[in-house]
Every structure is written in C-alpha cells, then in structure tokens.
C-alpha cells in the first residue's frame, strides 16, 4: 500500500473525529496553557536559560512546553508576527485536511485541480513537464518552481532535484482552494484553528500578495508565505502535531499524515539542490513543508526533531521523542560568513534539547521517569515491518546459531502457511529487524490448538547453552518445556506452575544467554493464575541455569535487605513483589541492553477489551539496573499511535552496540511487527 493509500484509508474515521479519552496523557491548553517549573518536569533551568537568552538575541517572543505544560516563556505573548515561510508548515496542514477528507491525494496530478497550472510563463507549457506535477512534488519541494510566489518558470523536471520555493506551495493552495472551492483561511479557521484554540486574534492570514487576490471569485491565499501570529498560536499549532494530530478527544489530522510531514519523503532523500546549494543537502532532512533533523545534521539532537522556519527565523519546534514543543518569533538571528544552513539554528536546538534530564512524566506511570533513558524516538508508523498475518503473541530469543526463535499463537506463523490455526507454533527468523525472514518450525511435541485461553500458548522463550525452553501459559497453570535440537523436538516438564505464575516469561541476556549477570535464569510473571487476570504486581523467580527442569530447585524474590540485596525464598507463598501498578500488571518481557547496563521491561496495558488491543491501546517501557528495580519509566501511554498487541519485546540481537537503537517486536494488527526505537540517553 503506497503511503497515498494508507492516508486514504483512514479518512472515514478521521474525518467523524471519534472521541476516545485517554488517563494519565499529557494536558492541553484551555484558554492559557498549564505552567509547572523547569525542575517538576525533569529539565534543566539553566540550559533553557540558554535557549531564551539566544533566542533573545534576535529580540521577539519565545515559549518552552513539555508535557502540555510552559516550563518558560519571554517576550511579548500577544504580539502577532509575520511568520513568513512558517506559513508553509501551516499550509502542509491544509493539505492534511484534504486528505483526511477525502478531498485530495498526495499523488494528485495538479493540471487535474488547476487551470492553466503552471502558467503564465507560457514557457513552462512546453516544457511537457508540467502534467507530471504531483501534489506531493509542490509540497516536498521537489516540482521545479523558481523561488518566488508568483507564477515562476519551471527550472527542472519533477522530482529530479529539490529547490526551495514559494511558487510550488502557492500552486498547492490554489489547488486546495479549487478543490475545495472555499477560502482557506476560513477553512482552516473552521476545521483546525478554532478546534485547537486560535481564534482571529491570535492569528491573520494575509489575502494573497503574488497573485490576483481571487481566484474563481475566491479568496486567494498563498502558502509561501502570508500568515501572521502570537506565540500562543504557534505553539498549540505545534502541540497539534507533537500529539500526532490529536486534539483532546478530537482526531483532527491523521497521525500517519503527521508522520509523513515530518520525516524525509521517499523518493526524495539524496536528490541534488538545484542552483547554488545554500541548504546544503535539504533532500536529507525536509519533509512535508517541515524542515527535520532525520539525518542527525544537528548531532545533538534527536532526530526526529522537526520544525517550522520562516525568514526573521520564525520557528515552532516539535520534538517527539522529548515531549517538547518550543515556538520563536523576532528578528533574525546573526550568522556567521559560510556557515552551514542549520548551523544558525544550534545554539537555540542544542540546549533545548540538552535541557531534558528525564523521561517525559506521566501521571498514571507507576514509576518516576527515567533519567538515564529520557526518551524514545519511534520510526514513523509508515516503516513499521509487518510479517505473519493473523498471528499473534511472539516472545522471542536470540539463540546460539544467531537466529530468533519465537513463538506465535491462534494463526497460521509465516508465509507459506501452515495448514492448520495454532495457538502454539514456533518460527525461526532470520535477517535484520528492517527486512527479517521468518521459517516455521513444525514440532508436534509443541504444537498445540484452541483459540484464546482454550489453547496453550507461549508467554516466554529463552536459549541457554545451546537448549531452549519455552514457558507455555492457559495449561490450567502454566508449564516449563525443552528442546536440544533446536526446537524439533521438546520434552515437557512433569510439574506446573502455581502461586500466582499464570503468565511467565524469561529474562534475556544476549546470544545464548552471553553477557548473563550470573549462573541464574530469571523468571518473571504478573502475579495472577491466569495470562487474562490484570494483576496488582510482577513476581520474580530464578533458578539454575541446568536446573530448569527442577521444581524444587527455583527460588522466589521475597524482599531487599538492608543493604538493597535481594533475599530468595524457596516458599512461593514468601514472593514479593519486583514490580507494582495496581490492577494494570499483564503481560510482559524483559530484556537486558548490556551498553547501558539497563533491564528493559515491556508491559501491556489491559483494557477492558483485551482484543482491541491488537489495533489500539497502551503499554509501558520500564528500565532499571538491576532485575528486580528499581524501575523507572521510560516510555509510558494509554494509547499508541498504532496497536501494541497483547505483547511486546525488545529481542537483544537487534540492540545496538550503543544502547540507543532497539527494535520493538509486538504483535499488534494480528502480526510479526517490528518498528525501530532509538533511545535517547543520559549520563
């Protein structure tokens, strides 16, 4: 499905704007936004101190958010500023709308929206290039206009190289503004400005000064630039986005469209600049009328940084990873002779980001946040890899022969298929987390049958010298199994699980349990009989690494002396707790990432329906160092932009060296899902 495609696809249900409430996420402004101190919400005062003083350098006004809350403001907050080519970002939203109505594609060829598109000059007609003109090309840069907003000659083919310009957007406005026939500033005032709190004082859209001020007999707007606004406005204009489109109950731009704005367009990264080069490689880091840092240009800097930027450097950063949204208007800053494009922006990017000391807080987290992980930059729901439709659960291990061994449930594992629905199966997967191949393993002595809790199903996997063992859960209790020969073969144990270990997993350390931190294997459980009972906490228990088997040989996490050591109890019933959140503890894993030394665990967050959860809910990403805590939160929602599935996992063969870059195996849509993480980290 071309990215065009998935946008169509979403427009009936966006376009109703379905409330669904969330707990525990991040506030939105009312009439005045929340304030709280820098220190409340894990920053560094001083180095925001940093951000204002050079932001003041070009005078103007300026606003910090984190976490729907001002940690800092300056300037004056009612002055409306012309926010020259910002206006651009605000006309990619325009188009979003489109596409979330239903109204227009990005594959739209604009001769088919606009007459005489593209002329006068008259020149441009023969050069045969202009019925090739996409909405996508105007709105990436990529359609060949001259760089100012009137009708400008045409420099080079579509999509042969990238020139930054104002005529291209302004031909997209005057398409939206004949498909829709309306003027889009009162469009835009309708279906996203007033929604979002921007009322006309806040914000004026100038009538168009390149072109005849009608167009049809309907007012003319330009997207090149045009718009004037406080920093109220620029800032809920950035909030909008920071949420993936979602105001309070309200879905107003698709978060897939979101996703496309702010990340480099396909087909797009590594073309040339047309003429002098004064963006440097802009194809890199520009996506939909948004500038990014996606190619790490700015180091310093998350990369999934994006932001709005008009001349007298007008700026609305949005910084997901963070939860950090930052608006500035004023004078232009000073740069240097020869100086890189971005390198003006710097010392505004750099300590904004720097700034962030923990994880994004959330009310509803068990955990405070993390300060050694303080944020998580997820690849846009567009590259997520789905494999093995209709199948769910996947625990997985990375496993002496340098593969992945998994397990799914209630489906059919990889193409080609197996014949028969399983709610046990195993599977093999090979290749990197961007493109893996998965091979199912049939082993009768495994396999088992039944949908939902009337079928065995995996709830952990772990290889330890070169044996494997799967925990299998909906067995009346749960049962150890294993198997010498790479998964053919597998004997079961003659004892189950009881007290409270419905739903085990493993712990996992690196390739065939490399890297453990002792001679144990650690198992972790909600404290719960059955996998579909929400528990109040995670329980803990280790046993030899040869002794797996040993009923008796297991030992439970009881209580932390006095000096922070675990003590282990041989009694079930003496089992403490290793991790609590009261009446949302399901389904986990637990992986180690040995570069920053920390346990990573992955919890579902339960809903009243459990199903649902393979297309929308929640989950949490915890750390800690050591297995038993103390955990700090990581990542922490009620709703995800896609569907977490009733698992998650971050297998330790797709960790990098760094610690940074991880891959999240989930099941969610039904599926064998992969999409990139990247940590962000501090000392």
Not at 563 to 589: C, H, I, K, L, Q
Request: with cysteine; proline share 8%; aromatic share 12%.
């Amino acid at each position: 499905m071309t990215p065009s495609q998935r946008l169509l696809a979403v427009t009936v249900s966006f376009a109703i704007g379905l409330p669904c409430p969330a707990r525990g996420e991040a506030p939105y402004p009312g009439a005045d936004w929340p304030r709280a101190d820098p220190a409340e919400l894990g920053m560094d005062e001083a180095l925001l101190a940093r951000v204002r003083d050079y932001a003041l350098t070009g005078e103007g006004s300026g606003m910090v958010v984190r976490s729907g809350r001002v940690v800092t403001a300056w300037g004056d907050q009612d002055r409306r500023y012309d926010l020259k080519s910002t206006t651009k970002s605000f006309g990619a939203a325009a188009l979003g709308l489109a596409i979330t109505e239903g109204v227009r594609s990005l594959d739209d060829l604009a001769v088919d929206l606009v007459p005489e598109f593209g002329v006068s000059p008259q020149a441009n007609r023969g050069s045969g290039w202009l019925g090739e003109i996409t909405l996508r090309h105007l709105a990436s840069q990529t359609a060949g206009f001259a760089k100012p907003g009137g009708f400008e000659p045409l420099l080079f083919r579509p999509g042969t190289a990238w020139h930054y310009s104002d005529g291209g957007p302004n031909w997209l406005a005057d398409a939206l503004t004949l498909s829709y026939r309306r003027d889009l500033g009162e469009l835009m005032f309708e279906r996203l400005f007033s929604p979002i709190g921007i009322g006309p004082d806040d914000l004026t859209w100038r009538a168009n000064s390149y072109r005849p001020k009608q167009l049809e007999g309907i007012p003319r707007r330009e997207f090149g630039s045009g718009i004037s606004a406080d920093i109220d406005a620029m800032a809920r204009f950035g909030y909008l986005h920071l949420r993936q489109g979602r105001w309070k109950d309200r879905q107003i731009l698709p978060s897939e469209f979101v996703d496309a704005v702010r990340t480099p367009v396909e087909g797009v990264v590594g073309l040339p600049e047309f003429g002098d080069g004064e963006h440097g490689n802009a194809s890199d880091h520009y996506g939909l009328l948004w500038w990014n840092n996606a190619d790490g240009m700015i180091p310093e800097v998350p990369r999934d940084a994006y932001w709005s930027w008009g001349l007298y450097d007008s700026l609305i950063v949005v910084i997901p990873s963070l939860d950090v949204v930052a608006a500035r208007a004023g004078k232009s800053w000073e740069r240097e002779d020869g100086a890189a494009h971005y390198d003006v922006l710097r010392p505004f990017l750099r300590p904004l980001a720097a700034s962030v000391q923990t994880a994004p807080p959330r009310a509803d987290a068990p955990y405070p946040p993390s300060e050694r992980i303080v944020g998580v930059d997820w690849a846009p729901a567009r590259e997520i890899v789905r494999l093995a439709p209709g199948s769910d659960n996947w625990p997985t291990t990375w496993a002496d022969d340098d593969a992945l061994y998994t397990a799914y449930g209630d489906g059919r594992g990889f193409r080609p298929f197996v014949p028969e629905k399983l709610s046990l199966g195993l599977a093999r997967v090979e290749g990197p987390p961007d493109a893996p191949v998965g091979d199912n393993l049939r082993s009768p002595s495994l396999e088992r049958t039944g949908d939902g809790p009337r079928g065995a199903k995996a709830s952990g996997i772990l290889m330890v010298d070169g044996v494997l063992y799967l925990l299998a859960r909906n067995l009346d209790d749960a049962q150890v199994a294993r198997s010498t020969d790479r998964g053919a073969s597998w004997t079961w144990a003659d004892w189950r699980f009881t007290d409270g270990f419905g739903c085990p997993t493993f712990l996992n350390f690196g390739r065939d349990y490399a890297g453990a931190r002792d001679e144990f294997i650690y198992v972790y459980s909600p404290d719960a009989e059955t996998a579909y009972e929400p528990a109040d906490r995670l329980v803990l228990a280790r046993v030899p690494r040869d002794a797996v088997f040993e009923r008796d040989a297991y030992e439970f996490f009881s209580w932390l002396d006095g000096e922070g050591s675990p003590t282990w109890s041989r009694a079930p019933a003496d089992r403490a707790a290793a991790f609590e959140n009261p009446g949302r503890v399901y389904r986990s894993t637990v992986s180690f990432n040995p570069a920053i030394g920390r346990y990573l665990l992955c919890q579902t967050l339960p809903d009243e329906d459990t199903d649902a959860i393979r297309f929308s809910g929640g989950f949490g990403i915890y750390e800690a160092p050591e297995p038993w805590g103390p955990w700090r939160t990581v990542f922490y929602t009620e709703r995800w932009d896609v569907g977490p599935g009733e698992t998650q996992v971050l297998p330790t063969k797709w960790m990098g060296d760094d610690g940074q870059t991880a891959h999240l195996v989930f099941s969610g849509d039904d599926a064998f899902s992969v999409r990139r993480a990247r940590f962000i980290l501090r000392d």
